[in-house]
């Protein structure tokens, strides 16, 4: 059981450098931090996920709240508590400003942390970490689910038979509904030399595909994929203009932040051939919305695939009831679930508990509050 009330145990005084700070957020065994989860029902809406391990971090002391609805009831919920566990929701500077002196740390249980106000944490010592690698999988997997659904048109046959239409089946055939083998087929990876863009290169190359990247960091032309010096584990990595226009999937795997938002907007869009699609499971904010709905309106795409959407960071927020995109037949859309796999949904937890671990150290946690980039 879940403890709702505790007695203050310790404070931070809110003074001193981060050094000083992470020296007084250190803890022997004889010291208890206290945990609160936010909005649980995030990550665990199932009731299948074990806390065993994020509890035993923090010596059994854990509260739990399934949602958090307003920043009052955040506020009141942080009070008297060290460790806060967040799953996506936006933690703004005023929020984290008015932050009770208990706070100490703030345990992003996922990988973007866009979310949370660093500047804000910062000013008033709290430490932020997150989890950069617990849905690598799941991710990757979500990207080429999308991939393989769109080459042989899976979703528009399964509508067609939930509404009693079996023309498909009685006919035998697809008609023109696309549908092709991926073997030397061009798959484009904006960001795609991050951890999930790897795998997803991995699961390409096995699948007989080219692969395209564009990077901030390497110079064009290109690049081994792995440590084996086989032509089939190099990636090219091109120009953004370059990767639109070759590709027949463009997949994107980059951060939300100011040089990515509305990244792909109409006229990146414009350049993409007319049997490509987009996909994208990062953040939705990336696309230009309103320029995605106007190609897909016009078939000047063949479709697209989005596991986020809008302009919120994570979770996306919902589909307005008259969106545009609920009248099209070339786009599939699902609810942020690229990482909700149980087994990545149990990773994050368990790694939440060992950063609160590293924490009571005193050892620094997974991001640069100096820098607010993660450390390498």
């Not at 092709?180 to 863009?197: N, R, V």
Request: hydrophobic share 35%; glycine share 8%.
């Amino acid at each position: 059981s879940f403890h709702k009330q505790r007695d203050i145990i310790i404070e931070g005084s809110g003074e001193g450098s981060d050094k000083e700070q992470r020296k007084k957020s250190s803890f022997n065994n004889n010291n208890k931090l206290r945990c609160v989860m936010l909005n649980a029902a995030r990550l665990d809406y199932d009731g299948r996920i074990d806390l065993e391990k994020l509890k035993a971090s923090v010596g059994g002391q854990l509260t739990r709240y399934e949602i958090s609805k307003s920043e009052k009831e955040v506020l009141e919920r942080v009070e008297g508590h060290e460790v806060v566990v967040n799953k996506e929701m936006p933690l703004g500077g005023d929020l984290i400003r008015a932050f009770p002196p208990s706070v100490r740390l703030i345990c992003e249980a996922g990988t973007g942390y866009n979310n949370i106000d660093l500047v804000a944490a910062h000013e008033k010592n709290i430490q932020v970490c997150n989890v950069p690698t617990y849905a690598t999988d799941a991710m990757s997997h979500m990207a080429i689910t999308f991939v393989m659904a769109l080459s042989c048109s899976l979703v528009p046959q399964a509508q067609s038979l939930a509404t009693g239409d079996r023309s498909y089946l009685t006919q035998c055939h697809l008609g023109s509904l696309p549908h092709f083998e991926l073997t030397h087929k061009t798959i484009g990876l904006i960001g795609g030399l991050g951890t999930i863009g790897k795998r997803v290169t991995a699961i390409c190359h096995a699948l007989g595909m080219n692969v395209l990247v564009t990077s901030t960091s390497h110079p064009l032309g290109p690049l081994s994929s792995s440590s084996s010096d086989s032509e089939k584990d190099v990636v090219t990595v091109v120009s953004m203009d370059d990767l639109m226009t070759r590709s027949d999937f463009v997949s994107i795997h980059c951060p939300l932040n100011e040089s990515t938002k509305h990244l792909v907007d109409a006229s990146a869009i414009s350049k993409m051939k007319p049997t490509s699609f987009l996909i994208n499971t990062a953040r939705g904010s990336i696309i230009n919305q309103t320029a995605l709905i106007q190609a897909l309106q016009n078939k000047t795409i063949a479709g697209a695939a989005l596991d986020v959407f809008g302009e919120g960071s994570a979770p996306p927020p919902a589909l307005p009831e008259d969106s545009p995109f609920y009248g099209l037949t070339n786009v599939i859309l699902t609810p942020h679930i690229g990482w909700q796999r149980m087994e990545s949904r149990q990773r994050v937890v368990d790694t939440c508990a060992e950063n609160i671990v590293t924490f009571a150290r005193g050892d620094p946690t997974n991001i640069d509050m100096e820098t607010g980039r993660p450390r390498r």
